[in-house]
């Protein structure tokens, strides 16, 4: 069982910056491949970012390309996403996801592991 903690989270201005973590409670955490997802109210979870276990690949939602970043460091058992030139429509809570596999997935039905989620606002 793998335990995840997201911090970061914020109320920001639009064109802003943050930077969410995400920290898993075990080394295995580099076995996982990672996955950001955020859900806005009334609507679904949606994938944002995700990462290999080495960080080799990575993929984003269209909406967030050339605008957020996805890294992780193993051996600090952390992940992060860097989120620049933030607008409203990026207000969310945001989570961090592991799963039990060997590739990134979209699905946030695939991922085990979530953590409980941290809340960015983006007033404009």
């Known amino acids: 069982q793998v335990q995840l903690v997201e911090s970061g989270g914020g109320l920001v201005q639009a064109g802003t910056s943050l930077r969410l973590s995400c920290r898993a409670s075990q080394r295995t955490f580099s076995s996982y491949p990672l996955g950001w997802f955020r859900q806005a109210p009334g609507k679904e979870r949606e994938f944002v970012a995700g990462?290999?276990?080495?960080?080799?690949?990575?993929e984003y939602a269209d909406s967030v390309k050339g605008r957020f970043a996805i890294s992780r460091d193993n051996t600090k058992n952390t992940a992060y996403l860097q989120m620049n030139s933030l607008k409203p429509e990026d207000t969310a809570v945001y989570y961090c996801?592991?799963?039990?596999?060997?590739?990134?997935?979209?699905?946030?039905?695939?991922?085990?592991?979530w953590g409980q989620g941290t809340q960015v606002t983006v007033s404009s």
């Open positions: 996801a592991a799963r039990r596999g060997v590739s990134v997935r979209m699905n946030p039905l695939q991922y085990d592991y």
């Open positions: 990462m290999t276990q080495s960080g080799s690949f990575t």
